[in-house]
């Protein structure tokens, strides 16, 4: 299975939009790359995915890389509930499972 | 109208009692899981169900027996309860066991074993 890997923490201040990085530098042809958020004590909660192309959803937008290498997930307008640890996750090819790994922990800032 | 349900939410009991989980989805979904999150953060797959049927066990103790009675329920029940199996649980479903389908997960159980 591709693995990801992400900066450990970031800060962003509310209002602004706010750009997660994630590499995946092993990914297959035909995995698909998944971000999920985990707010304090609450269960992960999914929020877009994407294969080759850029895809944007009411809670955020995502864009992959031409070689799919690398992908950014952007909350265009962070609020301080948007504080939360995310997830890029490549999914698994060996069955269905998601592998999650550290994260980012995004702290937004009044 | 919870998509996926868990309980009970907090569960706290001696070592070596025997204890279940309960998770319902009113989503119609095929497949349910079990996830564990342990005190470092880390969420790893315990089991996979799919229409009543195990198709994903990872590396856990056989204390450890998920029970699925119909699509909507996956159970989890464990058995000589550890002092490592304090840790918070997650029930999620899909839509199908498929590469692609997105999982939604349920609010938690944290486990504390004394």
């Known amino acids: 299975d591709a693995k990801t890997t992400q900066p450990p923490s970031m800060d962003c201040a509310e209002g602004r939009a706010a750009n997660l990085p994630c590499n995946h530098s092993?990914?297959?042809?035909?995995?698909?790359v998944y971000w999920y958020r985990q707010i304090h004590s609450q269960g992960p909660q999914y929020i877009i995915h994407?294969?080759?192309n850029n895809e944007t959803n009411e809670m955020a937008s995502l864009i992959i890389t031409e070689d799919r290498k690398s992908s950014t997930l952007i909350l265009p307008h962070a609020t301080l509930r948007d504080t939360a640890v995310y997830y890029c996750?490549?999914?698994?090819?060996?069955?269905?499972?998601?592998?999650f790994g550290t994260g980012t922990s995004l702290t937004v800032i009044p | 109208d919870t998509a996926v349900s868990q309980t009970p939410k907090y569960l706290v009991t001696q070592m070596g009692n025997d204890k279940s989980i309960k998770c319902e989805q009113n989503?119609?979904?095929?497949?349910m899981y079990w996830y564990k999150q342990d005190s470092k953060k880390f969420l790893k797959i315990m089991f996979s169900?799919?229409?009543?049927?195990?198709?994903i066990n990872e590396t856990v103790p056989n204390r450890f027996s998920p029970k699925s009675p119909d699509k909507a329920h996956l159970n989890l029940h464990i058995n000589s309860l550890e002092l490592g199996d304090s840790a918070v649980y997650f029930c999620?479903?899909?839509?199908?066991?498929?590469?692609?389908?997105?999982?939604?997960f349920g609010p938690g159980t944290r486990l504390t074993v004394l």
């Open positions: 989503l119609g979904h095929d497949t």
């Open positions: 994407g294969l080759k």
């Open positions: 092993t990914i297959s042809g035909n995995e698909y």
């Open positions: 169900y799919n229409n009543k049927e195990l198709i």
């Open positions: 999620a479903s899909s839509r199908l066991a498929g590469r692609t389908d997105t999982q939604y």
């Open positions: 996750i490549v999914r698994g090819n060996t069955g269905n499972q998601f592998y």
